[in-house]
């Protein structure tokens, strides 16, 4: 790569290694020409050929850079290792399955372009789900009482198509799972976020790692917990004082008050 990536693809995997190759390859027929980017990769310490495939691949993708957890940490670890490690200033993910489209991200660019600077995420919405009748009944389910209880107005939290400024995203509180509220965790920091329908595919190969029973027990507690966090959070609008000649600036940030991290201005 000779220029700096504006926009880092962030794609977490565990023992996908048959979905790794054309994957890649269609973020690099997405994204060529539209912007300089890279694409980050994170093993979640695969049993498969997975990290192998990756290396390989390293040679002819210039772009592709590939980090490995030791040991296995889960997705939302793995999301939040890739943005840290990212260059770019914002970022793409893409779960690593092949089920979301990577050329829907000049689509997510150019909402992005075209939206408001408080704008900080715009979240895949699969219009179109193609996977099985269990799974959309859960999720709509899922998506109903997730969004009653923490009124994100986000019809579709769970698409891993996403598009974000990786500073606001760092400035998150971190939990496993968190992956699955950003639009709530965003907002909570007084940001806006955005939906935009995104196109879904069909599992080709490989199989789910997970169910609808572990995804519903571990969501209850995630709602509690994502419901007490915006309960407790502030954000503080914060003036930073000129001297005696000067005017006070309105710094564009304000502290979250749960999390003493830096969050935007806006009501508290």
């Not at 977490?12 to 020409?33: C, K, M, S, Y």
């Not at 760092?170 to 995104?198: C, E, I």
Request: charged content about 25%.
């Amino acid at each position: 790569m000779s220029q700096t990536p504006q926009l880092s693809v962030v794609v977490p995997v565990f023992n996908e290694q048959d979905n790794v190759a054309t994957l890649v390859h269609e973020i690099t027929a997405a994204l060529r020409g539209a912007c300089p980017y890279e694409i980050v990769y994170v093993d979640d310490h695969s049993r498969d050929g997975t990290l192998a495939a990756l290396q390989r691949l390293k040679a002819d993708v210039p772009e592709l850079r590939v980090l490995h957890h030791v040991t296995q940490s889960g997705q939302s670890t793995a999301i939040r290792n890739g943005v840290k490690a990212a260059h770019g200033a914002w970022i793409a993910t893409l779960d690593g399955d092949g089920q979301n489209d990577p050329a829907d991200l000049p689509k997510l660019l150019i909402e992005r372009d075209k939206a408001p600077a408080d704008v900080k995420l715009f979240a895949g919405w699969r219009v179109d789900r193609k996977d099985t009748g269990s799974k959309r009944w859960a999720s709509k389910a899922a998506n109903a009482i997730r969004s009653r209880m923490l009124r994100d107005d986000t019809p579709d939290t769970g698409c891993g198509t996403k598009l974000f400024e990786r500073n606001a995203f760092l400035d998150l509180p971190h939990f496993n799972h968190m992956h699955r509220y950003l639009p709530a965790l965003m907002q909570r920091a007084g940001w806006k976020t955005v939906s935009v329908p995104v196109n879904h595919r069909a599992r080709s190969t490989g199989v789910s790692k997970y169910n609808n029973l572990n995804r519903a027990l571990v969501g209850i507690s995630d709602l509690r917990g994502v419901a007490w966090l915006i309960r407790r959070g502030k954000v503080t609008a914060v003036e930073e004082i000129a001297g005696a000649s000067g005017q006070p600036d309105i710094v564009d940030a304000g502290v979250t008050e749960a999390t003493g991290a830096a969050g935007p201005s806006g009501p508290s």
